[in-house]
């Protein structure tokens, strides 16, 4: 399976800005898709961005959960197996442990957690008022 190590995680005033990096490691071939997750306390697992790896026939597509649009933005380096989530303009409400993950699907871009195969351990994410 791929492993997957997440870093960047930390303490970020409200309205501050984070970067989030996950290395990705092992049966890579199998890997499609790269996603990012959060979960905060007392509430369910959901999903923030993904980015799809380049095929034949296309460069890749990315998707984003409607909360972070237009504040997160989700790249990747295929040479390094790479991806990053920039979070910018932090609120009360994006404290979590975000969780990168990766995926055997390719189309439509993977958006369950059950489209998922492997997950990292998490980094945790705290912003202050």
């Known amino acids: 399976q791929v492993q997957l190590v997440e870093s960047g995680g930390g303490l970020v005033q409200a309205g501050g800005s984070l970067r989030l990096s996950c290395a990705a490691s092992?049966?890579?071939?199998?890997?499609?898709?790269m996603g990012w997750f959060r979960q905060a306390p007392g509430k369910e697992r959901e999903f923030v961005a993904a980015?799809?790896?380049?095929?034949?026939?296309?460069?890749?597509?990315?998707s984003y959960a409607d909360s972070v649009k237009g504040r997160f933005t989700i790249s990747r380096e295929v040479a390094k197996n790479t991806v990053y989530l920039q979070m910018n303009t932090l609120n009360p409400e994006d404290p979590a442990i975000y969780y990168c993950?990766?995926?055997?699907?390719?189309?439509?871009?993977?958006?369950?957690?059950?489209?998922?195969?492997?997950w990292g351990q998490g980094t945790q994410v705290t912003v202050s008022s």
């Open positions: 993950a990766a995926s055997s699907v390719l189309r439509p871009v993977p958006v369950r957690g059950r489209d998922y195969d492997s």
């Open positions: 092992g049966r890579t071939f199998s890997r499609n898709a």
């Open positions: 980015i799809t790896w380049p095929t034949t026939w296309s460069s890749g597509s990315t």
